[in-house]
């Protein structure tokens, strides 16, 4: 006996779930915080199907490529949008025979890593494209405040480290900026790292370097939107400095934790971009240890999770009951389209319900849910194509 498909019932699930979905972005859009993170760099390393002709298959993109490449690829290419602005830049064809001729890098341009949905942009570009996305080649990973999580000033934090006060506990190479004079020492930025370094840490006065190099507007923007107490300077013609505290992250594939391996953990690219605060904060944790004269452990940015590890820090969902939830449902959702289709007596009834897949799985979530399920969208069209084909010939 078929099992009977209540539509209402899944069209009900399905607007609660877009209603829940909007009112928690539109939560924490209005939240304000004391540390806002982002992402300040991140380039692909990407496997060509075509060497000579990388390509996305969007009307509302196209490329420009530079007169001259680069010391290690011969050729460059930028994308921009309708409005003509960088969306992202590809790099192809190395000059050496060493490297493999279908290697390549992606890399997103700065705005991007602020303004719209990153994982979406990420997605739409794989999605659309004949080349593949192999893993992260270089990811900047920051957090902007007025003071540490114990309201610690970061400018007396590097004056003390310069000073020998504050030493890390693991010895690093350490680089500042600034002035130097008889007895003084006036430094507003700090270097941790060197070019071998898988981790390389950095300190400065971000409000400072807009000012004097280049004034990215859409970093502003996101301050007056998130960080707490921004906004209220900003009205009474105060000049807030904010810090930046910043970890670049060179390759992903040789980060060790505990000595295990974080991509034998998990190597979801997703997963890093969505949750990018929480692998923020493991690193400082585990990679940005200070004591000062005292013995003392000194606290950097706000950690939600004082137990945090590797292991949590790596799940596709975050400790939510309400996430939790949702996910369910949009599992539940996607299984019942499929039945729905598996049932359909009609092309046009199964075609109907597999358009509405292709839509939801333009959403990460949902997409990573498709694929866990063993669901393949190809699969499924010649699966209708099959199933109805007696019947189109006849018509």
Not at 10 to 37: A, G, W
Not at 209 to 238: A, F, M, P, S, V
Not at 266 to 282: A, G, K, R, S, T
Not at 302 to 319: A, E, F, G, H, Q
Request: glycine content about 4%; proline content about 2%.
């Amino acid at each position: 006996m078929k099992e009977i498909i209540n539509h209402e019932a899944i069209n009900q699930i399905n607007s609660k779930i877009l209603d829940n979905i909007k009112k928690r972005e539109l939560e924490e859009k209005n939240e304000k915080t004391q540390f806002v993170y982002s992402i300040d760099w991140l380039t692909f390393n990407i496997k060509l199907k075509d060497i000579n002709n990388p390509f996305i298959q969007d009307n509302g993109i196209y490329y420009e490529e530079r007169e001259q490449g680069t010391n290690i690829f011969k050729r460059v290419r930028d994308y921009y949008n309708y409005r003509d602005e960088l969306i992202f830049t590809i790099v192809f064809q190395p000059h050496s025979k060493i490297i493999k001729a279908d290697f390549g890098q992606l890399q997103i341009a700065n705005k991007w890593l602020y303004v719209g949905n990153l994982s979406r942009l990420v997605y739409k570009i794989f999605f659309q494209s004949n080349f593949e996305l192999v893993n992260i080649s270089r990811i900047d990973l920051c957090a902007d405040f007025f003071n540490f999580v114990d309201t610690y000033n970061p400018l007396s934090f590097i004056q003390n480290v310069a000073k020998g006060n504050v030493i890390k506990v693991n010895p690093s190479s350490i680089n500042f900026w600034g002035k130097t004079g008889d007895y003084t020492i006036d430094y507003h930025a700090m270097n941790i790292g060197d070019r071998e370094s898988t981790f390389n840490f950095k300190l400065y006065n971000k409000t400072k370097e807009l000012e004097e190099k280049h004034d990215k507007g859409y970093i502003k923007t996101k301050w007056i939107k998130k960080l707490n107490g921004y906004q209220e300077l900003k009205k009474i013609g105060e000049t807030p400095t904010i810090w930046r505290l910043e970890v670049s992250i060179k390759d992903w594939n040789k980060i060790k934790i505990d000595g295990k391996k974080v991509i034998e953990i998990n190597n979801d690219v997703f997963d890093i971009l969505n949750y990018h605060p929480y692998f923020m904060q493991f690193f400082i944790s585990k990679k940005f240890v200070w004591k000062d004269d005292y013995g003392k452990f000194i606290d950097f940015i706000d950690n939600p999770r004082k137990d945090l590890s590797s292991k949590y820090l790596c799940t596709n969902i975050p400790n939510n009951e309400e996430i939790n939830t949702t996910n369910k449902q949009k599992k539940q959702i996607l299984k019942s389209l499929v039945s729905i289709i598996e049932q359909s007596i009609t092309f046009e009834n199964a075609s109907e319900y597999l358009e509405r897949i292709g839509e939801l799985i333009q959403e990460e979530d949902y997409y990573t849910i498709f694929k866990s399920l063993g669901y393949n969208y190809d699969t499924i069209s010649s699966y209708i194509s099959y199933k109805f084909n007696d019947t189109l010939k006849t018509n």
